[in-house]
């Protein structure tokens, strides 16, 4: 798993909620709701961690996105 400067990486346990949170976060991007800079609190909210977890998340998101996106195609 590749490493950040910006954060932890995500336990492997954890997979099942990043893909989760992540379809969450396209679904946001898609309905234009917030500026994806912005997406925390939802995330907060939507899945009940903790800001620090939720921007873990949102993080590893943004640098995978591009990626995520390419495969999708």
């Given at each position: 798993?590749?490493?950040?400067k910006f954060?932890?990486?995500?336990?492997?346990?954890?997979?099942?909620?990043?893909?989760?949170?992540?379809?969450?976060?396209?679904?946001?991007?898609?309905?234009?709701?917030?500026?994806?800079?912005?997406?925390?609190?939802?995330?907060?909210?939507?899945?009940?961690?903790?800001k620090y977890?939720?921007?873990?998340?949102?993080?590893?998101?943004m640098e995978?996105?591009?990626?995520?996106?390419?495969?999708?195609?």
């Amino acid at each position: 798993m590749r490493q950040s400067k910006f954060h932890r990486d995500i336990p492997n346990d954890t997979k099942v909620m990043e893909n989760t949170v992540f379809v969450f976060l396209d679904e946001l991007r898609e309905s234009g709701k917030t500026n994806m800079f912005g997406a925390v609190p939802f995330i907060v909210k939507k899945f009940n961690i903790t800001k620090y977890d939720a921007q873990r998340h949102l993080i590893k998101w943004m640098e995978t996105f591009e990626k995520r996106r390419e495969k999708s195609r």
